[in-house]
């Protein structure tokens, strides 16, 4: 994370907490539909996520593991807290000011 050149933002616990309940009232409102307009909402999300990439990976990592399914409670609450984590990640993002600037990574060591 050091070597990014990435400001990185504490996020705190009402983050967390805010993004958590609209992660499920998302899931909520996708189980309630028929499966053409779940697919138009799971695109609209994605296209409208502030981190569409992290969200692409973690999406990725999570099927790459076969916790897509979500056969335990277990594989539950890792699903949710990834994805909590990539909504936070974005949320944090879009409330950071323009005014910060990355740290840049040292170019040497001493």
Not at 56 to 81: D, F, P, Q, R
């Amino acid at each position: 994370m050091k070597l990014s050149g990435h400001v990185w933002l504490v996020v705190s616990e009402k983050t967390q907490e805010r993004c958590l309940q609209r992660l499920s009232a998302r899931a909520l409102f996708v189980h309630a539909l028929n499966p053409e307009l779940t697919r138009q909402a799971v695109e609209q999300q994605i296209k409208d996520h502030g981190e569409r990439y992290l969200l692409a990976y973690a999406y990725g990592t999570l099927k790459e593991h076969s916790l897509l399914a979500v056969n335990t409670e277990a594989e539950k609450y890792l699903l949710l807290a990834a994805l909590n984590l990539v909504d936070c990640v974005a949320d944090t993002k879009a409330t950071c000011s323009p005014a910060i600037t990355p740290i840049t990574p040292h170019s040497g060591h001493s």
